[in-house]
């Protein structure tokens, strides 16, 4: 099983950028999936998830800003970032809880991508 991120790069203040977070393998079911993000120096923080059914949580920092989605068909959780603050340059890294065909879960990260928010 892979992640595979997306989607970030350099982007002024106030702009918007959209994460995408494609899983690949064998994959039986995919249940929550979530970005944290992570600057260096400091630990990697918890962004958003989202569960099977569609609920979902945000940490404070992101809450009317930040927007998590999936499309289960394709096996990938999105994260829509409006109003961009200096303060949420880091790296992005998706997360998910993925049961394989032999029926065994476990958690897979992604490989991280890029955001960067400056003038």
């Known amino acids: 099983v892979q992640l595979q991120a997306s989607g970030g790069g350099l982007v002024q203040p106030g702009g918007s950028l959209r994460l995408s977070c494609a899983a690949s393998?064998?994959?039986?079911?995919?249940?929550?999936m979530e970005w944290y993000r992570q600057v260096p120096g400091k630990q990697r923080e918890f962004v958003a998830r989202?569960?099977?059914?569609?609920?979902?949580n945000y940490a404070d920092s992101v809450k009317g800003r930040f927007t998590i989605s999936r499309d289960n068909a394709k096996s990938t959780v999105y994260l829509q970032m409006n109003s961009l603050k200096p303060e949420d340059t880091a790296v992005y890294y998706c997360?998910?809880?993925?049961?394989?065909?032999?029926?065994?879960?476990?958690?897979?990260w992604g490989q991280g991508t890029q955001v960067t928010v400056s003038s």
């Open positions: 997360n998910a809880h993925i049961i394989g065909l032999a029926r065994v879960a476990d958690n897979y």
């Open positions: 393998g064998s994959i039986f079911s995919i249940v929550n």
């Open positions: 989202i569960t099977t059914s569609g609920s979902t």
